[in-house]
């Protein structure tokens, strides 16, 4: 038997300031995973070789919400001094939270500046939640009729074969993607069962047309074999979609309800530590 898992999901928002203007990639979620990692070598010295060894594989990282200026840089926009951003940091692997924590306590206990290539980010405040998989249970069997309504607020890439991406948000690979996710982290007592077939004939999605965009977003840079550096990207979705039940048994019904709003702490698909598939989650009755 492996080591029993802690059913835990944590988050922090943050609220940072920019100190004056100053350009960002508009794929900002890269760079600010960079970033976060720097202030982690500042950290607990336990945890040091961690990160560097597996950074953050569980991390969700929504990159900078807020509303930017122009830029004259090519495929960059601009942080305001005269406004603020949220960064929402999740985790929900039990084997990451000694990094989480160190994370966390560096950047919110100590008040610790986040440096970006161009410009500081300072610290203004900060909220923090977490539930477990059985207090997310709790609240989806709650709903009565439900419907859930995923605004996805960054690129969401989600691949369902080799490098091959979904850029839609249908339903099987949305939910199954989080059932991943949720599985692999929940104790084996409360791990879901949720089929394809089941997701085909019981949930509907209703997606907003008029929000749905396009992306090819930065994730990584690598060296070839030559030693030049070669920018990664990833292919992916933003936008609103409803999903609702037609027929749907009861234990659909709260699996799915429970899975989006666990993606509000794992997010969803890919690439989640460099800023893709951040979502806000409104479960509705019917």
Known sequence: MGQEKVSRARCVTLTVRPTERFPVPKSDGYPLYGA???VLDDADESVSQRVHDS???????????GAFGESDRRHHKSVRPDETYE????????DDEAVFQALVKELVLE?????LTNGTLRVESFESENASHEEL???????????VTI???TATCLEEADEVTTMFPHRVAVFRSLLTKWNRTAPEELELELTRDALLSSVIEKPNARAYRTHSVLVNRVKNDDGETRNLFKQGFSGECTY??????ESVQNAVVALALFGGYSG????VARGCGNIYVEVTDG
């Not at 008040?111 to 440096?115: L, R």
């Not at 249970?137 to 419907?147: K, Q």
């Not at 969803?268 to 690439?271: E, K, L, Q």
């Open 268 to 271: 969803v698909g890919s690439a």
């Open 137 to 147: 249970l709790e609240r989806a069997s709650e709903a009565d009729d439900p419907a």
């Open 111 to 115: 008040g610790s500046t986040i440096e």
């Open 151 to 153: 605004r996805f607020q």
């Open 55 to 65: 950074p953050l594989g569980s991390l969700h990282n929504s990159g900078l919400q």
């Open 244 to 249: 609702a039940f037609k027929d749907a048994s």
């Open 36 to 38: 976060l990692l720097s």
């Open 87 to 94: 960064i929402t940091l999740g985790i929900v692997d039990p």
